[in-house]
């Protein structure tokens, strides 16, 4: 059986545009891959290396985010240490300046001086950073100190003093107090106001765990200090027992309470000091981890590149055959143009 073919100058003129189009799209292709050094299509290019490409790029993210990550640790670790150093700086100075004092001035000097004393160290510990309470623990979206605290400790150290002896501390039957009586008081009823129960009760809603940030693929450090430490009891403990209104007392009584303050200053001042050396461990820990995912990262790094980075020269020659090869399409099409259906027949 006889068939017939059809032949028309449309089709003629379609065959060369399907190839420009395809050229185009190669010329494209060609052109983002010199400017951006990297295949246009990484999975076309690799293949069944493809996987390895995406975990590489996933673990270079993950390297990433760690370091953001330790911007922020860093951060916290950064203002944490400078509100400790002002509490050991306040608490070294008043330890000196009652040194420097006659002992019958010191309780009336630590009298002036407690209500700036309790303001500064709650308003310090009270301190964040990147909208994060520093010393919660991990409690950090509640400031450590309760609203209220120092005037409820003061009215409980108070009444404490009231129902041990039977008079408030300014009264003046307290010139009858003996050294001893004094010592007791303060080493027992009032120090029992400054450990728990009654510390949480009065003082803190900070968390007794402590904040620990993950800074490389397989370390984690420890990156806050909670209020609830024993040198913010002993601040706290200092300023009360300065701020109790005992100038009343007998110079020997004065004494008591004078070197109880002392004492708590120092000891306080000395774990303020660990506390620094803890929170600087910490610190150098994650410049260490930093330093080696900044070695990883460039190590992933060149890795991806070697495998989805294009050979530039390639992707020229790639393009300047794909143009060549369009100019000739568009050649041959306006060719085309010039024939007609009889001149292709005959």
């Known amino acids: 059986m006889m068939t017939t073919s059809y032949i028309s100058s449309l089709s003629l003129w379609n065959a060369p545009r399907s190839a420009s189009a395809r050229l185009q799209a190669e010329m494209a292709n060609a052109t983002q891959e010199i400017a951006t050094g990297r295949y246009t299509d990484v999975g076309l290019a690799l293949g069944g290396q493809v996987s390895r490409s995406l975990s590489l790029r996933q673990s270079a993210a993950e390297i990433t985010a760690l370091k953001d990550s330790n911007g922020l640790a860093a951060l916290r670790l950064g203002a944490s240490q400078t509100v400790l150093q002002q509490l050991q700086k306040s608490a070294d100075a008043q330890f000196a300046s009652l040194t420097g004092l006659p002992a019958d001035k010191r309780v009336a000097a630590m009298a002036a001086s407690a209500g700036d004393t309790l303001a500064s160290l709650t308003g310090l510990l009270n301190s964040s950073a990147s909208g994060q309470a520093l010393f919660s623990g991990i409690n950090t979206s509640a400031n450590p100190i309760r609203d209220g605290a120092v005037a409820d400790a003061k009215t409980a150290a108070t009444t404490a003093f ?3 002896f039977g008079f408030p501390p300014d ?3 307290a010139a009858t107090l003996t050294a001893p009586q004094i010592k007791s008081f303060l080493e027992g009823t009032l120090a029992a106001q400054f450990a728990d129960p009654s510390w949480g009760t009065t003082w803190s809603q900070a968390s007794d765990t402590a904040v620990t940030s993950r800074i490389s693929l397989g ?3 420890t990156t806050s200090v909670s209020a609830n430490g024993t040198a913010f009891r002993q601040l706290a403990q200092a300023a009360i027992v300065s701020g109790l209104g005992l100038t009343g007392l007998s110079a020997d009584a004065q004494a008591v309470v004078s070197d109880r303050a002392m004492g708590l200053l120092s000891q306080a001042s000395a774990g303020l000091v660990s506390l620094q050396a803890d929170l600087g461990r910490s610190q150098s820990r994650i410049t260490d981890a930093n330093t ?3 070695a990883q990262s460039a190590r992933i790094k ?4 070697g495998l989805e980075e294009v050979d530039p020269t390639e ?3 790639r393009f300047t055959a794909a143009k060549t090869q369009l100019q000739m399409s ?3 099409t306006a060719q085309i143009q010039e024939l007609s259906l009889l001149k292709y027949v005959a």
């Not at 060149?302 to 590149?305: D, K």
């Open 162 to 164: 009231q129902a041990a």
């Open 171 to 173: 009264d003046a039957r």
């Open 219 to 221: 370390e984690t450090v």
């Open 292 to 294: 080696r995912l900044d």
């Open 302 to 305: 060149t890795e991806i590149a």
């Open 315 to 317: 992707a020229q020659t």
């Open 330 to 332: 568009y050649s041959l």
